[in-house]
């Protein structure tokens, strides 16, 4: 992987009116991005119309100030807007390039890593890798259908306190599973705690 010259300064990722304590996303993007939260009463810093990128909550809802300050050069993440029609319409008399993040699909996420998981324990990975190779259903396959472990008593590891972490923990109280939170947001950064869910 060939090393960034250190005469480059790293891109800018902005925050505006979300994400203040920006420490996880500075561990997750050490050597590629700087990322700096920008209060609103620091709007004349000069800092926005550097950045590569700005990350805020609702187009919409940021002041007037602050919307003349982004140009059409920056890409604009647009975390969990309440109305994306009027975001997206405010973009565009602005022109701005606006991605909406999409953050109401923690339903779908769940029942996708629900169904990956249980995928898992059925081994049904095993079987399709054994009936694409070259030996097809010829060799010994009785062993890969051993059928599905069972998951009552498993403990299902969950990283974050999302809504999509909330959905598939309350998934896994069909399988009778033990859940434990993981939460990076605790005890003053990337600390342990655990919080067992007791079934």
Known sequence: MPHRNNA??????????????????????????????IPLSRLSDGKIESAAAVLLHSLAYLPR???RRLRS???ILC????????????????????VHVDTSRAEEIADTVMALFLGLLRRTHLLSRHALSASGWLGSVQPLCRGMRRCRGLVLGIVGRSASARALAT???AFKMSVLYFDVHSGGGLSFLLKKIEL
């Open 79 to 98: 975390l969990g807007s309440a109305d994306r029609t009027v975001d997206s319409s405010l973009a565009a008399d602005l022109g701005l390039r606006l």
């Open 65 to 67: 100030a602050a919307q």
């Open 171 to 173: 998934r896994s109280l």
């Open 8 to 37: 480059t300064p790293l891109p800018l990722i902005v925050t505006l009116n979300c994400i203040e304590d920006c420490s996880l996303e500075l561990d997750s993007l050490s050597g590629v991005a700087a990322v700096e939260h």
């Open 73 to 75: 050069y920056h890409l």
